[in-house]
């Protein structure tokens, strides 16, 4: 499995956590689908830390009580380790017994590349909220409801921001000031300043 790696440099005035988080290709349209804080380093102003994962995706889904919305920290309940591209592995479902669980990961040969969550009648309103993670930490969640089914494209597009964000915070992608990474063919490893003015600049290793 590759290894891809960001370098953050900071050269701001401030202190803060360098954030990498992910958004989905069109996300604007997918209404209630929030990125997290997926992966949150301290950087100190002179500092560069190195933030690394690979691509092995998961299922996750936590205990909410509400509606999702900007701020709160998702902290999965349950992850199930799962494959887009792998026979019976990208489609599970999340259904209410005795608690919520994931149950009978299959495979819908209709959806390949993607990864789909189908929640049964017996999920209750407002109760949890579910998604996908990456490298063992949750990326992109929303609120579920009865019935739904939920489809994930396994091609996230990164994005880098800088602040006092944590581990799982629930971004607003349309507020969070930050920077696309975007790596050329055959590179998986990035590095990323933010200057004194508080912008961003990104260049890639060959």
């Known amino acids: 499995m590759s290894i891809y790696s960001v370098r953050f440099t900071n ?37 560069t830390v ?9 299922f996750v889904w936590s205990f909410t009580g509400g509606r999702l919305e900007p701020g709160l920290v998702f902290s ?5 380790q799962t494959d887009p591209a792998a026979p019976n592995n990208n489609r599970i479902s999340l259904t209410f017994g005795h608690g919520l669980a994931f149950h009978g990961r299959t495979t819908d040969a209709s959806a390949k590349g993607n990864l789909l969550i189908q929640v049964e009648h017996t999920v209750p309103i407002y109760y949890a909220a579910a998604g ?6 949750s990326t ?26 944590q ?9 969070v000031f930050s920077h696309p990474i975007q790596f050329p063919p055959n590179c998986k490893s990035a590095n990323v300043v933010i200057e004194r003015n508080n912008t961003f600049s990104v260049s890639y290793d060959k």
């Open 167 to 175: 581990q799982g915070e629930v971004l607003d992608a349309g507020s």
């Open 132 to 137: 996908v993670g990456m490298s063992g930490s």
């Open 50 to 58: 190195e933030m690394k994962w690979n691509e092995d995706y998961s």
């Open 140 to 165: 992109l969640v929303q609120t579920v409801f009865p019935n739904q089914e939920i489809k994930f494209a396994a091609n996230p597009e990164y994005r880098i921001t800088f602040g006092h964000y």
């Open 11 to 47: 050269q701001s005035l401030i202190d803060g956590n360098a954030v990498l988080f992910q958004t989905e290709p069109h996300q604007h349209m997918t209404r209630g689908l929030f990125p997290l804080a997926w992966l949150v380093k301290s950087c100190r102003k002179g500092d």
């Open 76 to 80: 999965p309940d349950q992850m199930i």
